[in-house]
T-cell receptor, first 116, second 115 residues
Framework: AQTVTQSQPEMSVQEAETVTLSCTYDTSESDYYLFWYKQPPSRQMILVIRQEAYKQQNATENRFSVNFQKAAKSFSLKISDSQLGDAAMYFCAYRVGYNQGGKLIFGQGTELSVKP | EPEVTQTPSHQVTQMGQEVILRCVPISNHLYFYWYRQILGQKVEFLVSFYNNEISEKSEIFDDQFSVERPDGSNFTLKIRSTKLEDSAMYFC?????????????FGEGSRLTVL
């Protein structure tokens, strides 16, 4: 069974600094997607960034980038120039690629606080 | 931008009562999902639905739960006889046919409080 593990329950970063959130996953599949979702206090799930497993290039979305290490089954999120609005719960998630209706499997989440 | 909408945003109910949570997925999406998040815990998969039938369900989704797509737009989750432990945020999500970019689009959630 596929699993997603986030080993950092809480992280803290100074405004304008950089922070990295860790995620590891376990799967025997070769075709899959990985995601980071942000959940602010409103509790809505907001997609931050996605990575297709077949792509070697790490995804980047403005201040957000990932370090995807397929062999190590690691998928970390780097937030550069942290802003107060980045404070939220961040969930790493996995979805198998070949099954079009496949479910999303979430990690336990990392609560990020941003200090002014 | 198309979005998934959920109603109600918050419902308070007495233990043993039936609850129906409603969702309107994005119009051209064909895969639908319900997830549950107990306060402070991870987001847990409940059920997926495609072509008017359940595709997959978790062990949480027991006989007290059911899903339905009663018309062309709504997707509902029914809890027949609520328990205290059903208190949680319930998220509806949808995804399009074909992989697209693979992500699920989530609604804003329905908070259920069982007293």
């Amino acid at each position: 069974a596929q699993t997603v593990t986030q080993s950092q329950p809480e992280m803290s970063v100074q405004e304008a600094e950089t922070v990295t959130l860790s995620c590891t996953y376990d799967t025997s599949e070769s075709d899959y997607y990985l995601f980071w979702y942000k959940q602010p206090p409103s509790r809505q799930m907001i997609l931050v960034i996605r990575q297709e497993a077949y792509k070697q290039q790490n995804a980047t979305e403005n201040r957000f980038s990932v370090n995807f290490q397929k062999a190590a089954k690691s998928f970390s999120l780097k937030i550069s120039d942290s802003q107060l609005g980045d404070a939220a719960m961040y969930f790493c998630a996995y979805r198998v690629g070949y099954n079009q209706g496949g479910k999303l499997i979430f990690g336990q989440g990392t609560e990020l606080s941003v200090k002014p | 931008e198309p979005e998934v909408t959920q109603t109600p945003s918050h419902q308070v109910t007495q233990m043993g009562q039936e609850v129906i949570l409603r969702c309107v997925p994005i119009s051209n999406h064909l895969y639908f999902y319900w997830y549950r998040q107990i306060l402070g815990q991870k987001v847990e998969f409940l059920v997926s639905f495609y072509n008017n039938e359940i595709s997959e369900k978790s062990e949480i989704f027991d006989d007290q739960f059911s899903v339905e797509r009663p018309d062309g737009s709504n997707f509902t989750l029914k809890i027949r006889s609520t328990k205290l432990e059903d208190s949680a945020m319930y998220f509806c999500a949808s995804s399009e046919l074909g992989q697209g970019h693979g992500e699920l689009f989530f609604g804003e959630g329905s908070r259920l409080t069982v007293l």
